[in-house]
T-cell receptor, first 113, second 112 residues
Framework: AQKITQTQPGMFVQEKEAVTLDCTYD???????LFWYKQPSSGEMIFLIY??????QNATEGRYSLNFQKARKSANLVISASQLGDSAMYFC??????????FGKGNQVVVIP | DVKVTQSSRYLVKRTGEKVFLECVQD?????MFWYRQDPGLGLRLIYF???????EKGDIPEGYSVSREKKERFSLILESASTNQTSMYLC???????????FGQGTRLTVV
């Protein structure tokens, strides 16, 4: 089975600072996609950003950017200028050519004023 | 707006009952997924389907089965509910490899 690893313990971040959430993955498929989702305390899953395995440039979406290091099988999420509303669980996910979408265990982020 | 709807927000069932969790999407997505979410374990894939009547086991299929008779509907079946299946169940759908999945609101299942 594919494996997505998120090992950081819960993180406290000062408002307006940047935070990096680590994600490593393991697959032998040449074609795959990487996603980050946010889950606030309300429970909804919110899509943040996508990176394809063949994309040459790192994905960016507003304050979110993905630091994609293919050789290291790493897809870290960077949130710039943290806001109180960024407090949530963050999940890294990967989909492969067989359409199997799997998630990591998540990182808890708390933004403090 | 894409909509993924799960039939129940909260369910309480007795041990040994057969339980059906229904999920419907309205965007003609090919792929549909069932996950369970438990604290500290993230989202674990139970089953997924990439076409009508096609299904694939995920990482934790034991004790579950699925049905996809129509493209828009993906059902999760607990053949004989047990207390260790008490969890939050999330359904999702997506259209292709490089597009995001859309999630339902979740079903909080308690087995007593």
């Amino acid at each position: 089975a594919q494996k997505i690893t998120q090992t950081q313990p819960g993180m406290f971040v000062q408002e307006k600072e940047a935070v990096t959430l680590d994600c490593t993955y393991d697959t032998s498929d040449p074609s795959y996609g990487l996603f980050w989702y946010k889950q606030p305390s309300s429970g909804e899953m919110i899509f943040l950003i996508y990176q394809g395995s063949y994309d040459q440039q790192n994905a960016t979406e507003g304050r979110y950017s993905l630091n994609f290091q293919k050789a290291r099988k790493s897809a870290n999420l960077v949130i710039s200028a943290s806001q109180l509303g960024d407090s949530a669980m963050y999940f890294c996910a990967m989909i492969r050519g067989n359409n199997r979408l799997a998630f990591g265990k998540g990182n808890q982020v708390v933004v403090i004023p | 707006d894409v909509k993924v709807t799960q039939s129940s927000r909260y369910l309480v069932k007795r041990t040994g009952e057969k339980v059906f969790l229904e999920c419907v999407q309205d965007m003609d997505h090919e792929n549909m997924f069932w996950y369970r979410q438990d604290p500290g374990l993230g989202l674990r894939l139970i089953y997924f389907s990439y076409d009508v009547k096609m299904k694939e086991k995920g990482d934790i299929p034991e004790g579950y089965s699925v049905s996809r008779e129509k493209k828009e509907r993906f059902s999760l079946i607990l053949e004989s509910a047990s207390t260790n299946q008490t969890s939050m169940y999330l359904c999702a759908s997506s259209t292709s490899l490089n597009t995001e999945a859309f999630f339902g609101q979740g079903t909080r299942l308690t087995v007593v």
